[in-house]
C-alpha cells in the first residue's frame, strides 16, 4: 500500500520498491537519511515536462542549497539540468559534481568584490543581487549582466522563507531596475538576462500567475525603454511541495500553464530562455529521515526522544515547520498518541515534531520523518557534538548505494589544531 511519495507499507514496515526501510536502519545504523533515484527522476520530469512542451526553450536549474549531495547534483546532470549557486562553496560542489561552466548560474547576495572576480574568471553567469554588486567588477567590463528585482510581492511558507517584497534583504526594486541595465550597458555589458525568485513552498497556482505576470511586466518595460533584449529570463523557485497531510499537490501543469502564457503575451515574439531554479520540489519528497527511539518520558506529556535533533533536521525550531512521522516498523497500527519528538540536543527548542499523532513508539523503534530531501542535511551542524549521518540511495534497479558516509568523531576535530604551549 502506497504510503507516502515513493514510500510503501508492506506488513507493517515502510519500504522503498523492495527495499525494508526498517532492516535497512538496523543495518546500516541511524540517524539515516535514504533517498529514492526514481523520485528524483519523476519530480524532475514532472516540471521538465509541463514546461517544455508548452516553451520549447525551457531550462531546469537545481538549485543546489537544497540538497547539496553530489550524486543527487550528478543524477540532474545526467538530466539536463543546470545549477544554481548561491556560494563560492555550492559553485565547488557543481563542478565536483561534472557540471561546467556554462551550466552553472550564480546568485550571491552581498558577495565581497574577491569572489564575484573568481566566479566571473571561471566563465560562470552571474545574477548581481545589487548596482553596488555589479559596479565591484565593472571596471572589468562584463560583457553579461543579469540582475536579481525583487518584483515588490514575494510568498512561502513562513516570513523567513519568504524572498521578494519590501521587508527582504534581497534583489533591485523594481523603481531602480531600469537603472541596473543602463550601468551594465554603460561598462559594454552587451547581453544581458533577468532573474527574481519570490520565496520558497508556495503551493498556491495562482501565485505563480500573479508574481510572473508583475516580474515579465517589468522586463518587457526594461527592453521597450532600453531597447534591449534578455537571452534568458530567469523566474527563480518556489514550487512547494505538501508536508501535512491535508495538503494538496501543487498543479504543475497548471503552474506552467500560467507563467508560459504570461511569458508569451508580455514578452512576446523574443522568446528568451526560460529558467527556473527548483530545490525543495525535486529532492524533498525524495528522502526519508530514519531514527531511532532512545527513550520515552511520560510525566503528563508523551515526551518521544530520539537519536535525530535539531542538529539534523533544523526546520522545526528554525521555522515551526512540520514533517509528518511515524513509526516505520508498527504502521499496522493505528494512531494512537499525540506526542513531542525530540533529539539529544541541549536546546528546548530540540523538538522535531510538536502534537504529532503516530503510532505507539517503544525503545528502539525506528521513526520515519517524511520530506526529508531539502534543507535538511544542507543545514545540518556538529552541534553539541554529534557527527552527521549517512546518506543512501535507492537506485531505480533497487540498489543501495552509500552516496555520503556517516561521520566519525574524529571528524569533529578535522582542520582544527593544538598549540604545544597547550600542554
Not at 510503501?8 to 541511524?30: F, I, M, P, Q
Not at 539540468?81 to 556554462?102: K, Q
Not at 521578494?164 to 541595465?181: Q, S, V
Amino acid at each position: 500500500m502506497k504510503y507516502y511519495a515513493d514510500f510503501e507499507n508492506k506488513g507493517g514496515n515502510l519500504y522503498s520498491g523492495e527495499v525494508d526501510l526498517v532492516d535497512l536502519a538496523r543495518r546500516e545504523g541511524t540517524p539515516l537519511l535514504v533517498t529514492s533515484e526514481r523520485r528524483l527522476v519523476d519530480n524532475y520530469n514532472s516540471i521538465y515536462e509541463s514546461f517544455s512542451k508548452r516553451y520549447k526553450k525551457f531550462k531546469i536549474n537545481y538549485a543546489v542549497k537544497a540538497n547539496s549531495n553530489p550524486t543527487i547534483l550528478s543524477i540532474f546532470r545526467r538530466m539536463g539540468s543546470g545549477a544554481d549557486t548561491a556560494s563560492m562553496g555550492e559553485i565547488y560542489i557543481a563542478r565536483f559534481s561534472g557540471f561546467g561552466s556554462d551550466d552553472i548560474i550564480f546568485t550571491p547576495n552581498f558577495a565581497p568584490r574577491e569572489t564575484l572576480l573568481e566566479a566571473y574568471r571561471m566563465g560562470i553567469r552571474i545574477n548581481f543581487d545589487d548596482i553596488g554588486q555589479f559596479q565591484f567588477i565593472a571596471d572589468i567590463k562584463p560583457r553579461h549582466a543579469s540582475f536579481r528585482i525583487n518584483p515588490g510581492m514575494g510568498g512561502g511558507e513562513f516570513p523567513g522563507i519568504v524572498t521578494g517584497g519590501h521587508d527582504t534583504k534581497f534583489g533591485i526594486p523594481e523603481e531602480h531596475a531600469l537603472r541596473a541595465y543602463k550601468l551594465a550597458r554603460k561598462y559594454g555589458a552587451g547581453e544581458f538576462g533577468i532573474h527574481m525568485h519570490g520565496g520558497s513552498n508556495n503551493l498556491s497556482e495562482e501565485y505563480f500567475r500573479l508574481i510572473t505576470q508583475k516580474f515579465f511586466g517589468i522586463a518587457r518595460r526594461i527592453m521597450d525603454e532600453l531597447n534591449i533584449e534578455f537571452s534568458f529570463i530567469d523566474i527563480g523557485g518556489g514550487f512547494g511541495v505538501p508536508y501535512r497531510e491535508e495538503e494538496k499537490p501543487l498543479d504543475m501543469e497548471r503552474v506552467a500553464d500560467y507563467v508560459t502564457e504570461n511569458l508569451k503575451n508580455i514578452i512576446g515574439s523574443e522568446e528568451p530562455m526560460l529558467m527556473v531554479e527548483p530545490g525543495r520540489y525535486l529532492v524533498a519528497d525524495s528522502t526519508v529521515l530514519l531514527g531511532r527511539v532512545n527513550y520515552i518520558k511520560n510525566y503528563g506529556k508523551k515526551i518521544v526522544g530520539t537519536d535525530i535533533g535539531m542538529n539534523i533536521l533544523l526546520r522545526p525550531a528554525l521555522y515551526g515547520a512540520y514533517h509528518r512521522i511515524v513509526v516505520a516498523n508498527r504502521l499496522d497500527s493505528p494512531p494512537a498518541d499525540t506526542v513531542r519528538v525530540v533529539g539529544q540536543i541541549c536546546e528546548n527548542t530540540d523538538r522535531i515534531g510538536d502534537e504529532i499523532k503516530m503510532q505507539e513508539a517503544s525503545e528502539g523503534d525506528i521513526i520515519a520523518v517524511f520530506n526529508a530531501g531539502a534543507y535538511v542535511y544542507s543545514m545540518s551542524s556538529n552541534y553539541n557534538g554529534f557527527p552527521r549521518p549517512e546518506e543512501v540511495l535507492i537506485t531505480r534497479n533497487g540498489e543501495i548505494i552509500i552516496i555520503r558516509e556517516r561521520e566519525r568523531y574524529h571528524d569533529l576535530i578535522s582542520g582544527a589544531t593544538l598549540n604545544r604551549y597547550m600542554f
